[in-house]
């Protein structure tokens, strides 16, 4: 159980264009989802908290107008970049949780490599 | 601000080899997690220590949280090349939401 999908798992696109990666719970629902940024060789740096129906919380130094993060539903997560440059290439990977069942641990999804041209 | 520091960093050892990998900060943790990475995939959770001095083994693995809760280790007995991989350690904080802190991450390679 506890399963979170990412879509893409790659993708490549050219400076400028807008890219949205989506992160579902599978078999649970998600009252909270967790956005991470991973470069090369380095470790996971958190970029947002999005609780279902309600507005994300950025990390500082992350811009939330360059990142759009939308949690409409307990299942379903979407991270926009938008007008992605070359910088914005990296491994982004989201965790998904049930905070309604007391102290639960973060599932991750698989990432979703971006890189951009 | 990177709140936990792993060390080593990259360590490269034979086939059968014990090793230890710490991870250290000077904040109090709630609990403290490891993880396992493989290239081009999510983490995925070995363990949660939330007791101060709290020993959790995992067949070869072992899992010590200090305690003071501010650091961790993990020893492996006889590594085996499916050990390989990037190992992070993940620090929760009371007060903050439980959004978890990694760590700069230690990447383990082990070699027939």
């Known amino acids: 159980g506890a399963v979170v999908s990412q879509h893409p798992s790659w993708v490549i696109c050219k400076s400028g264009t807008s890219v949205k990666i989506e992160c579902r719970s599978l078999?649970?629902?998600?009252?909270?989802m967790f956005w991470y940024r991973q470069f090369p060789k380095q470790s996971l740096m958190l970029m947002a908290t999005?609780?279902?129906?309600?507005?994300?919380?950025?990390e500082q130094g992350v811009e939330k107008d360059k990142f759009l993060i939308n949690h409409a539903s307990l299942t379903l997560s979407t991270l926009t970049v938008t007008s992605a440059h070359p910088e914005d290439s990296s491994f982004y990977i989201c965790?998904?949780?049930?905070?309604?069942?007391?102290?639960?641990?973060?599932?991750f999804g698989d990432g979703t490599r971006l890189s951009i041209l | 601000t990177q709140l936990l520091e792993q060390s080593p960093q990259f360590l490269s050892i034979q086939e059968g080899e014990n090793l230890t990998v710490y991870c250290n900060s000077s904040?109090?943790?709630?609990?403290l997690q490891w993880y396992r990475q493989e290239p081009g995939e999510g983490p995925v959770l070995l363990v949660t220590?939330?007791?101060?001095?709290e020993v959790k083994k995992l067949k070869r693995l072992t899992f010590q949280f200090g305690d003071a809760r501010k650091d961790s280790s993990l020893h492996i007995t006889a590594a085996q090349p499916g050990d390989t991989g990037l190992y992070l350690c993940?620090?929760?904080?009371?007060?903050?939401?439980?959004?978890?802190?990694f760590g700069t991450g230690t990447r383990l390679q082990v070699m027939l």
């Open positions: 999005s609780n279902e129906g309600s507005k994300a919380t950025y």
């Open positions: 965790s998904a949780r049930d905070d309604r069942l007391g102290d639960q641990p973060q599932h």
């Open positions: 220590v939330v007791t101060g001095g």
């Open positions: 904040s109090v943790f709630s609990s």
């Open positions: 993940a620090g929760a904080q009371t007060g903050t939401a439980s959004k978890l802190t």
């Open positions: 078999d649970f629902q998600a009252t909270t």
